[in-house]
């Protein structure tokens, strides 16, 4: 090996060996709050309310937090309403998604790029939250489910990574099934779609999380606590009321102070909400990174 080879040779063992370094450290700083909030769900509530800083380690294990959510009626509703609003977002936002990503992606498609500018231009400018809210009204649709998930189910994100995905089915492919007699809505869901599944997980990712992490939309359009999702029943729990996190039947079953509990409860929420999201992202993990390059490279 020449001069140039070995120093390139070990200006790679430096760059990886700093790479480590510097990722790891971003890890570990993205893990410490994780680690703390899980900590501190199963510790004791009298030691938790008198300690300041980081919890690392649990400190005398229980599950009395948890055991005092799976008590509260109002977050176990607001749990169902969020699996309904993610499921209802899903099934409209990746319908509209493949639809009108497979409609934009035909090469003969009558003013496309005028459309494509259009429907563009909404990601920079929108009509406000007064309108939007106006316009919900005169649909009959505040306090209702379909405010929360109708609005934002077809984001122009999601549709332009669609259509860019149907773009790199070859065409050769779809005139021959045109030609055995298949219809539009057959070559999509029977050639096309099989051949994004990548993108299409994407998407769903996208609209998961989304729909899940959302508590503006229904704050803003929902007066019936029954209809609240989990995220806002958790804004609650964390910023505005502390006093009623704790159900009346469950503090009857407390032995101790139920002002105690409180924080043990606030850390057991998180952890029970965000955990459907962390066990579903592995899964989905492995077709992100293939679904979000598709399109952005040029053959």
């Not at 109708?150 to 492919?173: D, Q, Y």
Request: aromatic share 10%; proline share 4%; hydrophobic share 50%.
């Amino acid at each position: 090996m020449n001069r140039k080879g070995i120093k390139e040779s070990k200006a790679r063992i430096v760059f990886v060996i700093c790479n480590t370094i510097i990722l790891s450290a971003f890890a570990l700083i993205c893990l410490l709050p994780m680690l703390h909030v899980l900590f501190s769900s199963v510790s004791n509530p009298e030691w938790l309310n008198g300690h300041r800083g980081l919890v690392l380690f649990p400190h005398g294990f229980n599950l009395v937090g948890y055991k005092l959510v799976f008590q509260n009626k109002a977050l176990i509703r607001g749990f169902m309403n969020t699996m309904m609003y993610v499921g209802l977002n899903l099934i409209f936002g990746l319908g509209l998604s493949m639809i009108g990503g497979y409609v934009l992606a035909k090469p003969d498609l009558l003013w496309k790029n005028v459309i494509m500018m259009m429907i563009s231009f909404t990601m920079l400018f929108s009509g406000g939250i007064i309108p939007a809210y106006i316009n919900l009204q005169n649909l009959h649709m505040v306090n209702t489910i379909w405010a929360v998930v109708l609005p934002g189910s077809l984001n122009v994100m999601n549709l332009i990574l669609m259509r860019e995905a149907f773009h790199s089915v070859p065409i050769s492919l779809l005139e021959s099934a045109r030609l055995d007699g298949a219809g539009e809505y057959r070559i999509l869901w029977s050639i096309s779609l099989p051949l994004v599944k990548p993108t299409v997980a994407t998407i769903s990712l996208y609209l998961i999380i989304g729909m899940w992490n959302s508590w503006f939309p229904a704050a803003m359009y929902l007066r019936s606590r029954d209809l609240y999702p989990m995220q806002l029943i958790l804004r609650e729990i964390l910023i505005v009321n502390t006093d009623n996190i704790i159900s009346a039947d469950a503090i009857a079953g407390l032995e101790e102070n139920a002002d105690l509990y409180k924080q043990l409860v606030k850390y057991s929420t998180i952890i029970i909400s965000s955990l459907p999201m962390i066990i579903l992202y592995p899964f989905i993990m492995k077709y992100f990174q293939t679904g979000i390059r598709v399109g952005a490279i040029k053959e």
